[in-house]
């Protein structure tokens, strides 16, 4: 019935959106991605955790509230690992100083399997040609919207919230979504050492998912992948929203071939109720009400600045070895510009500011 109120085009993209064809598609993609992060904790990583090297025992992480504030100090066996970073890289290879111990935890506290991916990332980051990606290209592929503001997860983890459905991999090059992904994970990480040791939640809404979400070129796919396996960060939940059944059947068939320790990683939640989408207590699993985004029903004041706009504040004055130094505006400028209202300053109107700050 619903089809026959529609017009012809409408139809169309119903029929194509409910097509089998990208239900597997999504779902093959997700779950080479999956597979892809898994092979990444299967040599050095995965042989540390049995022998119990890690130093996570007797780590003891208190509850905060969310903000940017270095909660905690460096333990012991924080230190230790991040000493021994310092001594292992020659001049030139060094990461910096302040991401020192994001890059420990990356790998649990194995120095060795940290040490393999920095140096995958400065390779990545080279033939990739990231650096080559200004901020203005990011800041317009947020625009889309397909990652949204949301607080921290039932286990005090950062979430990153992304809306599969507005991302649309075909408008972009490969470096552009690796850079994308590289620093919403790095402003998620950069509250301080408690979110390095708890890990990033990443929450991926399926909802609406078709085919123009999904990339068929083979070498965009392998560079996204690459990139998504040497960036420095610990990834330690993810949530799979509403997932088409076809992408369980996926899932649960082909599991087997990922590692225990990564399979435990990954969740899946139904959150529609008879009426559609049901309210927040069916994200219960995932966050408490107040830290949901605001199209789910969070606080519109908490989350209702740009995810661009906050990402970039997050990094404001952190040195990264894929974004080049540029001149920024001063911080509480850059905090009162569009903050309140959660409207971003135009790309003119901060090249005249930053003209004026010269002068």
Known sequence: ?????????????????????????????????????????????????????????????????????????????????????????????EPPEGLLLQLAWS??????????????????????????VSDDLVRYAYRAGFCVRSGFDVDGRPMIWVRL????????????????????????????????????????????????????NPMALRDVIRGALSHPCHISRVWLLDAPRIFLLSWHAFKHFVPADVRKLVRFANTRGRGGRGGTSNFSGICPPSELPVYLGGDPHQFAEAYSDWMFLELEGQELAYRTHKLQLPVPLRRNIGRRSGAACSVGVRKLLRCFCLA
């Not at 999504?26 to 779950?31: E, K, R």
């Not at 090297?53 to 780590?59: F, I, M, T, V, Y």
């Not at 080279?126 to 080559?132: A, K, T, V």
Request: charged content about 25%; hydrophobic content about 40%.
């Open 1 to 93: 019935q619903d089809r026959h109120s529609k017009t012809p085009r409408q139809c169309w993209l119903m029929t194509l959106s409910e097509s089998p064809i990208a239900v597997w598609s999504t779902a093959g993609l997700v779950a080479t991605l999956l597979v892809a992060f898994a092979l990444s904790f299967t040599q050095k990583g995965r042989k540390n955790r049995k022998n119990g090297k890690n130093g996570k025992k007797g780590l003891r992480i208190t509850q905060r509230s969310p903000s940017r504030v270095q909660a905690l100090a460096h333990t012991s066996t924080e230190d230790l690992a991040i000493e021994e970073l310092r001594q292992r890289f020659s001049k030139g290879e």
């Open 107 to 132: 790998r649990k506290l194995d120095v060795d399997a940290a040490v393999d991916v920095w140096r995958k990332h400065l390779a990545v980051t080279r033939e990739l040609g990231i650096q080559d």
């Open 165 to 216: 459905a507005k991302s649309v991999p075909s408008v972009m090059t490969a470096a552009q979504v690796v850079k994308n992904t590289w620093m919403a994970q790095d402003a998620s990480l950069a509250s301080g050492p408690e979110a390095n040791r708890r890990g990033i939640c990443f929450v991926y809404d399926l909802k609406g998912v078709g085919l123009k979400n999904v990339t068929f």
